[in-house]
C-alpha cells in the first residue's frame, strides 16, 4: 500500500508503477493465462465503487504488446503499462477519526489485486 499526501493531490494505492520488463511481462502473461481472475477483482462492486478500476498514470499503448493477440479476450488490460488502483484522499478524511478505516478498507479491498499481481511475479 502507498499513502501520498500533498494537499489536493493526496491518494492510496498499490500496485505497479513503471515496473520493469521483467516484471510487466509477469504481469501480462498472467492476464493472457487468466485475465478473468483480474477481470473478477477489477468488477467487484465494493472494489470498483472504492478505487474505480485500473489508474491510468500513462496512456495504454494503442494495441496489444508484441507478443500478444490483437484480438485477446483481455486486450484492454494487456495494454496498460502501469496495473495499479488508487483512490484520492479527502483533506478531511486525513484529519477525521476515519482515516484509519479508510486506509483499513483500502488495505481489505486490495488485497486479492495485490495478491493477483504478487502471484503473477512468483510463476
Known sequence: ?????????SFIGCGYHNPDKETLKNI??????D??????I??????KDFFGGLSNFTEPLKTSPKGYDRDHLFVAYLRYKNY????NLTHKEFI????????????ELS??????LKKANSI
Open 1 to 9: 500500500m502507498h499513502i501520498s499526501i500533498g494537499g489536493e493531490n
Open 28 to 33: 501480462r502473461d498472467a492476464i493472457d493465462y
Open 35 to 40: 485475465g478473468k481472475s483480474l477481470q473478477d
Open 42 to 47: 477489477l468488477e467487484n462492486k465494493p472494489f
Open 84 to 87: 495499479t488502483v488508487s483512490r
Open 96 to 107: 477525521d477519526d476515519s482515516f484509519l478505516v479508510v486506509v483499513g478498507k483500502a488495505y
Open 111 to 116: 488485497t486479492p489485486f495485490r495478491d493477483y
